[in-house]
């Protein structure tokens, strides 16, 4: 399927984003593949978020949907998203932060990985990102993975930052299965290891797809510079990694149903 004629729903999960949420919308506008519709779940602003995404709804003609969000933090309400029924006629589906910037190829280039493949697999595209301080200055580019993306890489790795991703259908079927009561360290890093879990498909583009804007609320997702040093140390330190990955092990063993033999047996 050539990758003009794939529709891309945006699946955005929004909670007090007012302080740039509106660069980050204006980066959709600026998008070279025009065929995308924009959901916005919104966890229970008390900010502008809600107005600013409604003025953007009218000065654009894509859909734009904003719904209320589960409101018990930002992985559900990615889950939530993952998780809609009610969603058709899309071939594509990308996450989205509320204060990042897209740079205007993201999801061209996305849709013509997908082309060159069989949508009847999961598949889940995820890139590089440039970083930014919280005032939009570059700090530098987030590590350059040199790994083949796989489940075993999965289990100890989070290689595909949620605001690249990009899943087709068959992906977000099996990211819908998932059960109400699973525990998540973060939505990116389960989306991985269910995708090439169950035999997927997951591609690594080692050129950055977005700018990815730097709080101290995220620099986990950075990994880079002190912060991030201080974090991984105190996560060893601490046997937090070691919480992740039994996090990480529950929550595939309750999906264990749509994992490949393969993937079973890596499991244990």
Same mark, same amino acid.
């Given at each position: 399927?050539?990758? #003009? ?9 929004a ?7 509106? *660069?980050?919308?204006?980066? %959709?506008a ?6 995308? *519709? ?8 008390t900010?502008?978020?809600v107005d600013?995404?409604r003025?953007f709804?009218?000065?654009v003609?894509?859909?734009?949907d904003l ?5 018990k #933090?930002f992985?559900?309400n990615?889950v939530?998203?993952?998780k809609?029924?009610?969603i +058709?006629?899309?071939?594509? %589906? $990308? %996450?989205?932060d ?7 190829d993201?999801?061209?280039r $996305? ?7 069989s949508s ?5 595209? %995820?890139?590089?990102t440039?970083?930014i301080? $919280? ?13 083949k ?11 595909g930052?949620?605001?690249t ?8 079927r099996?990211l ?9 360290i ?11 879990? +169950?035999? #997927?498909?997951?591609?690594?583009d080692?050129?950055p797809?977005l700018?990815?804007?730097q ?5 986990i997702? $950075?990994?880079r #510079?002190?912060?991030?040093r201080y974090?991984r140390?105190t996560?060893f330190?601490?046997q937090r990694m070691k919480?992740?990955? *039994?996090v ?8 264990r149903d ?6 079973? +047996?890596?499991?244990?």
């Open positions: 399927m050539p990758s #003009g004629n794939q529709k891309i729903v945006i699946l955005l999960a909670f007090n984003g007012a302080a740039h949420i509106k *660069e980050q919308l204006a980066s %959709f600026a998008q070279s593949h025009h065929d995308w *519709e924009l959901i916005v779940s919104d966890d229970g602003s900010d502008r978020t600013i995404v003025e709804s009218h000065s003609p894509q859909r734009i719904t209320t969000g589960p409101q #933090g992985w559900k990615f939530s998203l993952a809609r029924a009610d +058709s006629g899309a071939e594509l %589906f $990308a %996450f989205s509320q204060d990042d910037i897209w740079f205007p993201k999801l061209e $996305a849709a013509k990985w997908f082309s060159t493949g009847d697999i999961p598949r889940l595209y %995820f890139a590089r440039e970083l301080d $919280a005032d939009g200055r570059p700090v530098g580019l987030s590590p350059l993975f040199r790994r993306p796989s489940f075993q890489n999965a289990l100890v790795q989070n290689m930052g949620g605001n991703m990009v899943m087709n259908k068959a992906a977000k099996l819908a299965r998932a059960p109400d009561d699973i525990a998540l973060s939505h990116d890093w389960w989306a991985y290891q269910v995708v090439t879990g +169950s035999g #997927g498909i997951a591609f690594y080692p050129l797809s700018k990815y804007r709080h101290r609320n995220n620099l997702g $950075a990994n #510079g002190f912060w991030q974090l140390a996560a330190a601490n919480y992740w990955n *039994e990480n092990i529950y929550t595939l063993d309750k999906m749509l994992l490949s033999a393969p993937a079973l +047996s890596t499991l244990g």
